[in-house]
């Protein structure tokens, strides 16, 4: 069992994103709201679980993080990132590139297109330890050696010389993970780590990821769809649907009493060792095209408890209880709160979770 260990203690915000929306423009005019007021936060050392189906802003959310977004079309419309209480949105490109790599990192989704296959993986791993700190190329090649074996590649020294069409899935995502800790990141970004492999190489990046951040101490933020991985490794968790956060609360919080219908629907839809039912729960519907939003609740057209105002208007995110923030009418409902309540209490979220 890979467990990641409680943080509830340490409270200070190393990356808080507020209210933030990025948007990518149309050829025919308008825009698409692929991020569309998202709040959030992840302490030091915290791994932060960010769950949705895909189309839910997951990964732009990450890409807006570090800037590398495709603009145009895509803009920032609103909002701010703090990484240590700076603004990322107001470094320029030049300060945007020395942090990417050495005090924010990312791991992508699919290895063999985030690695240049023209290069050897110890190049690659090489260039950005060079790029951030002040050694020779001998020495970061040694570094880079000493991080494929931090990462459990047998024979790293003739690793080192391979290419990426010369490892299989798993030692490539291995590679990901060791280029993105070579610089011992303060944050590191996983985007759907584990996409692709077959179970017992999930497990061993995931307890690779665990082990290393114990060594390096840096925050994670683990996107992914499985919320299996998010129940073992992670402390808190974001839900995230059409470009909005939905929930956010303490992992056993979410699993124990989910509070939104969405988050409700997805755990419904895990199948258990000890379910009886014959067929699966399934949530009805698609997720909304990002060109043609609902006006109200994003969620209320596949939504079973949808009400006439969550046609026509967007809930804030409330908290039902200390540790937990929902949007949703019929949590703000049950706490029968004024317009000026609801402002009040959903200025604060997410960020006091």
Same mark, same amino acid.
């Given at each position: 069992?890979i467990?990641?260990?409680?943080l509830?203690? &340490?409270?200070?915000?190393?990356?808080?994103?507020?209210?933030?929306?990025?948007?990518f423009r149309?050829e025919?005019?308008g825009?698409?709201?692929? %991020?569309?007021?998202?709040?959030l936060?992840?302490?030091k050392?915290?791994?932060?679980?960010?769950?949705?189906?895909?189309?839910?802003?997951?990964?732009?959310?990450?890409?807006?993080?570090?800037?590398?977004?495709p603009?145009?079309?895509? /803009?920032?419309? *609103?909002?701010?990132?703090?990484f240590?209480?700076?603004? !990322?949105?107001?470094?320029t490109?030049?300060?945007?590139?020395?942090? @990417?790599?050495?005090?924010?990192?990312?791991?992508?989704?699919?290895?063999?297109?985030?690695l240049?296959?023209?290069?050897?993986?110890?190049?690659?791993?090489?260039?950005? $330890?060079?790029?951030?700190?002040?050694v020779?190329?001998?020495?970061?090649?040694?570094?880079a050696?000493?991080? !494929?074996?931090?990462?459990? $590649?047998?024979?790293?020294?003739?690793?080192?010389?391979?290419y990426?069409?010369?490892?299989?899935?798993?030692?490539?995502q291995?590679?990901?993970?060791?280029?993105?800790?070579?610089?011992?990141?303060?944050?590191?970004?996983?985007?759907?780590?584990?996409?692709?492999?077959?179970?017992?190489i999930q497990?061993?990046?995931?307890?690779?990821?665990?082990?290393?951040?114990?060594k390096?101490?840096?925050?994670?933020?683990?996107?992914?769809?499985?919320?299996? %991985?998010?129940?073992?490794?992670?402390?808190?968790? %974001?839900?995230?649907?059409?470009?909005?956060?939905?929930?956010?609360?303490?992992v056993?919080?979410?699993?124990?009493?989910?509070?939104?219908? /969405?988050?409700?629907g997805?755990?419904?839809a895990?199948?258990?060792?000890? &379910?009886?039912? &014959? @067929?699966?729960?399934?949530?009805?519907?698609?997720?909304?095209?990002p060109?043609?939003?609902?006006?109200g609740?994003?969620? /209320?057209?596949?939504?079973?408890?949808?009400?006439?105002r969550?046609?026509?208007?967007?809930?804030?995110?409330?908290?039902?209880?200390?540790?937990?923030?929902?949007?949703?009418? @019929?949590?703000? *409902?049950?706490?029968?709160? &004024?317009?000026?309540?609801?402002?009040?209490?959903a200025?604060?979220?997410?960020?006091? %979770?």
């Open positions: 069992m467990k990641a260990p409680n509830r203690e &340490d409270v200070s915000p190393l990356l808080s994103v507020q209210d933030l929306k990025t948007y149309k025919e005019g825009s698409v709201k692929a %991020v569309d007021g998202v709040s936060h992840i302490r050392k915290e791994i932060l679980g960010v769950v949705g189906e895909s189309g839910s802003g997951k990964s732009i959310t990450a890409l807006s993080i570090l800037r590398l977004f603009s145009p079309p895509g /803009y920032i419309a *609103g909002g701010d990132i703090l240590e209480n700076q603004s !990322l949105l107001a470094k490109q030049k300060e945007m590139r020395l942090i @990417r790599g050495k005090d924010i990192s990312m791991v992508f989704q699919e290895p063999m297109s985030s240049n296959p023209a290069y050897t993986v110890g190049y690659q791993i090489r260039e950005n $330890i060079q790029l951030h700190q002040n020779t190329k001998k020495e970061a090649l040694d570094h050696v000493d991080m !494929l074996r931090l990462v459990g $590649i047998a024979s790293p020294e003739k690793r080192v010389h391979d990426p069409f010369q490892m299989s899935g798993g030692m490539r291995r590679v990901m993970v060791a280029m993105a800790l070579s610089c011992q990141p303060k944050l590191l970004i996983a985007d759907e780590p584990t996409t692709a492999l077959d179970v017992t497990a061993q990046i995931l307890r690779l990821i665990l082990e290393t951040r114990e390096v101490g840096s925050a994670i933020m683990l996107i992914t769809h499985d919320l299996g %991985v998010v129940a073992e490794v992670c402390e808190r968790v %974001v839900v995230m649907y059409s470009g909005k956060v939905l929930e956010v609360a303490y056993n919080d979410l699993f124990n009493h989910p509070a939104h219908p /969405y988050t409700q997805l755990l419904q895990i199948p258990r060792l000890d &379910d009886t039912r &014959d @067929r699966l729960s399934i949530i009805p519907g698609s997720i909304p095209n060109a043609n939003l609902p006006e609740c994003r969620f /209320y057209p596949r939504c079973q408890y949808a009400e006439e969550c046609q026509t208007e967007q809930p804030p995110l409330v908290s039902p209880k200390p540790s937990q923030w929902v949007s949703c009418w @019929r949590v703000a *409902g049950e706490k029968e709160m &004024d317009s000026d309540a609801i402002a009040a209490t200025a604060k979220a997410p960020l006091n %979770v």
